[in-house]
């Protein structure tokens, strides 16, 4: 099992900055793609971005390409999601998840999940 823990979340401005960061641990080795997810209520988890877990290959939703930028660091088993210019509809429940095998992009087939952090972007 990998356990993952979301920190950062809060209240931002329109343009502004904020930095998500995800701790896991656990069988950390079993995890391919580390990827960020958002949910809003009565909508489905939609894909934010994702990271090889032992490489640099990434991917994003066109809808944050040239603002959000995904990193990770495996000496402390982190990935971030550093999110700029943000807007209104960047307002969800961000959420961390961890993929063994599958599209990066669906959020079903990611096998760990954090609890989410609200990131709300007050216009």
């Known amino acids: 099992q990998v356990q993952l823990v979301e920190s950062g979340g809060g209240l931002v401005q329109a343009g502004g900055s904020l930095r998500l960061s995800c701790a896991a641990s656990?069988?950390?080795?079993?995890?391919?793609?580390m990827g960020w997810f958002r949910q809003t209520p009565g909508k489905e988890r939609e894909f934010v971005a994702a990271?090889?877990?032992?490489?640099?290959?990434?991917s994003y939703a066109d809808s944050v390409k040239g603002r959000f930028t995904i990193s990770r660091d495996n000496a402390q088993n982190t990935v971030n999601l550093q999110m700029n210019s943000l807007k209104p509809d960047d307002t969800a429940v961000y959420y961390c998840?961890?993929?063994?095998?599958?599209?990066?992009?669906?959020?079903?087939?990611?096998?760990?999940w954090g609890q989410g952090t609200q990131v709300t972007v007050s216009s």
């Open positions: 990271i090889m877990w032992r490489g640099d290959i990434t």
């Open positions: 998840a961890g993929l063994r095998v599958g599209t990066w992009s669906l959020a079903r087939n990611y096998d760990y």
């Open positions: 656990g069988r950390t080795a079993s995890v391919y793609v």
